[in-house]
């Protein structure tokens, strides 16, 4: 086996080059079809929450956990019970979690504008990213269940594409680094 052959061996290059092209592929998705990636969302959150459920419960009947035994084992029977509810309603699911976030940056945009006139440091920055959050937040909160998930599904792309591209370089910048 050649040293060349050794090192595209264990860089992996192209493995991770098509993983960034599916990345790439799944965050076009996302802005192509809204509708799939609310539902998609709604699904992970529901499987989500049943294993956090089976570990809560599991943890409840441990003989470590002594003081918050039916806490535990109460929230381990809700988080089963809604993931369960997302799972069979994914699109309820997935508008729960836009609701969420809306009242996220509704609120951490108060307390931002909140510190920075409490602030001198970083005043403008600070004010300019709370009223952002408000604006963002209220606008989530106010909006139809349709523009909701469209603002999902782009963050998702967003997120995704930008994954994708930076494992896409990752891989050629290992490939020249084998072939110099």
Do not use: K
Request: glycine share 12%; proline share 2%.
């Amino acid at each position: 086996m050649t040293d060349r052959a050794s090192i595209d061996q264990r860089t992996g290059w192209g493995w991770i080059f098509a993983y960034g092209v599916i990345v790439i592929l799944v965050g076009l998705l996302a802005f192509l079809n809204p509708l799939a990636t609310g539902v998609a969302t709604g699904l992970l959150i529901g499987a989500m929450l049943i294993v956090y459920g089976i570990v809560a419960i599991l943890a409840g009947l441990s003989s470590l956990s002594r003081r918050a035994r039916w806490i535990e084992l109460l929230l381990g029977v809700l988080g089963i019970f809604a993931g369960a509810i997302t799972i069979f309603n994914p699109f309820a699911g997935a508008l729960s979690l836009v609701l969420l976030i809306g009242a996220w940056l509704l609120v951490s945009g108060i307390f931002e504008i909140v510190s920075a006139l409490a602030i001198a440091h970083d005043r403008v920055w600070r004010l300019l990213l709370g009223v952002l959050d408000v604006v963002l937040g209220g606008l989530l909160l106010s909006s139809e269940p349709a523009t909701g998930l469209a603002f999902l599904a782009f963050c998702i792309g967003i997120s995704f594409l930008i994954r994708g591209v930076f494992l896409v370089m990752l891989a050629l910048g290992l490939r020249r680094m084998t072939h110099a």
